[in-house]
């Protein structure tokens, strides 16, 4: 496993779209244990290919339960929304409120590429936004609300 450069704001590929991955084979296995220590060791919960400036639909998340990877995730299913405070390791520093629903229904392939859902809740819910928005060149400083205060 090796550290990668976190993709900072104002990088051109993090406003790209990310391509679907078409073959799971060792590159993307090793892609994505890099990813896992990058985001480690950068204190982050999750992680998406673009901020490691590789434009395929991957991601990980390690909210603190365990590490998830996923491919070509699919937000399948929303229900409510909360707001809550985010951050990014590649606009380190800035922080800010972001709605998101608070239930979501992924589908994705696993590292063995076997469809899997999966279905996350308030914190779980809000890293798998924010990560598949990076699939799609979306940050979340483009979603900041202004509190109501």
Same mark, same amino acid.
Request: charged share 30%; aromatic share 4%; with cysteine.
């Given at each position: 496993?090796?550290?990668?450069?976190?993709? @900072?704001?104002? &990088?051109?590929?993090?406003?790209? @779209?990310?391509?679907?991955?078409? @073959?799971?084979?060792?590159? /993307?296995?090793?892609?994505?244990?890099?990813?896992?220590?990058?985001?480690?060791?950068?204190?982050?919960?999750?992680?998406?290919?673009?901020? $490691?400036? !590789?434009?395929?639909?991957?991601?990980?998340?390690?909210?603190?339960?365990?590490?998830?990877? /996923?491919?070509?995730?699919? !937000?399948i299913e929303e229900e409510g929304f =909360?707001?809550?405070? &985010?951050? =990014?390791?590649?606009?380190?520093?800035?922080?800010?409120?972001?709605?998101?629903?608070?239930? $979501?229904? $992924?589908?994705? /392939?696993?590292?063995?590429?076997? &469809?899997?859902?999966?279905?996350?809740?308030?914190?779980?819910?809000?890293? /798998? =936004?924010?990560?598949?928005?990076?699939?799609?060149?979306?940050?979340? $400083?483009? @979603?900041?609300?202004?509190? &109501?205060?």
């Amino acid at each position: 496993m090796a550290l990668r450069n976190v993709r @900072k704001y104002g &990088e051109e590929v993090l406003r790209k @779209k990310s391509r679907p991955v078409e @073959k799971i084979d060792d590159r /993307l296995q090793v892609l994505l244990d890099d990813m896992l220590e990058t985001m480690y060791h950068n204190n982050g919960v999750g992680l998406a290919a673009p901020q $490691v400036g !590789i434009l395929k639909r991957a991601v990980v998340i390690d909210i603190g339960e365990g590490p998830v990877f /996923l491919i070509n995730p699919e !937000i399948i299913e929303e229900e409510g929304f =909360c707001v809550d405070e &985010e951050g =990014c390791l590649s606009i380190p520093g800035e922080a800010g409120s972001v709605k998101r629903p608070y239930r $979501v229904k $992924v589908k994705a /392939l696993n590292r063995a590429g076997e &469809e899997i859902t999966i279905e996350g809740e308030d914190f779980m819910a809000r890293a /798998l =936004c924010h990560e598949i928005d990076h699939l799609n060149g979306i940050l979340f $400083v483009d @979603k900041i609300i202004e509190s &109501e205060e």
